[in-house]
């Protein structure tokens, strides 16, 4: 298994549109001042059409797609939660809420009724466990410090810590990607940063639909919510604008 200093080397995909007016246009839209202070570590960001040919339709926000029986693993990114009352959000994931639960029923549906390895983040593993009993799901959790809090797991933090269990795998994994809709592109693009050929399933949507409890200020509403990601994004196209390839 490799530790934090060994992860996998980025791939770069290829782009063919101007990273630079991208870029331009993505600095037109700031961050809240509020909700920079609440959100601890941004890498993740919003939907855009997906492309029909499995490699990228040309277009630098299209999600690449692949049919969902191609894939060798499932990567699940979790999209906020919902937190108990009384609860310290310094010391708890909380519960999964609508929309986690939403994105475990998504990877159900993704992989069908082949026996592909599942990688899911928390709030997910939690409902593919009780509601499906998919006992073998590998769950990726936040770290916890020595003082028992929780150290924000960011969508980078997670598609790293799935690549370093895969290990050798990785050179040949078609990883299947489910995440929420305004965060597919980031989460497909970050997994790919972090060494998978990385792809949305082919076919089957995302759920679109906004928390307003979610315990992740961040994550209520998409007003709120793209402006984060979108600045989760630049990093992406900075590392990608120039790229040679899937």
């Known amino acids: 298994m490799r530790t934090s200093q060994q992860r996998p080397p980025r791939r770069v995909p290829a782009r063919s549109v101007t990273t630079g007016a991208l870029l331009l246009a993505l600095a037109a839209a700031p961050v809240p001042a509020a909700v920079a202070a609440e959100t601890p570590h941004v890498a993740d960001a ?9 490699t990228g339709s040309g277009d630098a926000w299209a999600v690449p797609t692949l049919p969902a029986d191609r894939f060798t693993l499932i990567v699940a990114f979790s999209f906020g939660n919902r937190m108990p009352a009384g609860a310290d959000p310094e010391r708890t994931e909380g519960e999964p809420g609508p929309v986690n639960e939403a994105l475990a029923d998504t990877v159900v549906a993704a992989r069908g009724d082949r026996d592909v390895p599942v990688y899911a983040q928390t709030p997910i593993a939690d409902v593919l466990r009780t509601k499906y009993g998919m006992d073998d799901v590998v769950a990726i ?14 969508t980078d933090g997670a598609a790293a810590k799935v690549a370093a269990l895969r290990g050798a795998s990785l050179a040949t994994d ?23 050929r990385a792809y949305a399933p ?4 995302m759920p679109g639909e906004y928390d307003p409890l979610s315990g992740q200020a961040w994550t209520r509403s998409r007003e709120i919510y793209l402006p984060v990601d979108y600045a989760g ?9 120039s790229g040679a390839g899937r």
């Open 174 to 196: 078609l990883a299947g990607v489910v995440a929420f809709g305004d965060h597919q592109w980031r989460a497909t693009r970050t997994a790919e940063a972090n060494g998978f």
């Open 46 to 54: 919003p939907a855009s059409s997906q492309s029909q040919d499995g």
């Open 141 to 154: 959790a936040a770290d916890v410090r020595p003082d028992g809090t929780l150290a924000y797991l960011s």
């Open 202 to 205: 082919l076919g089957i949507s």
């Open 233 to 241: 994004r630049i990093p992406l196209l900075i590392e990608t604008g």
